[in-house]
């Protein structure tokens, strides 16, 4: 018998993802939901759209960053590990 292959992860409901997410004190990223597709970037700058990669993760296109959302059980994303270039870190989400 053959076994069919899984199949990719389903992106979670964006809207649950859309928000601000702390880098350092006072400096943030934003993550908005526009024509149906994820954008982020710098707060207050120029945001990009972003591609599904699997689960929660995303990327955006011409970059080495991966987004990986942390999201709750009520959908919505409490942080996001953010990875570039080998290195990994977790950005909370701003109230």
Known sequence: DAVAPAPAAAAPPLEGLAGEYEIAPGRTITIALESGRLHGGPTGGERRAMTHVSGTTFTAPGSAITLTFTVG???R?????MRQNGNER?????P
């Open 90 to 94: 977790t950005l909370r989400r701003v």
């Open 77 to 81: 994303a409490t942080a996001v590990v």
């Open 73 to 75: 059980a009520d959908g």
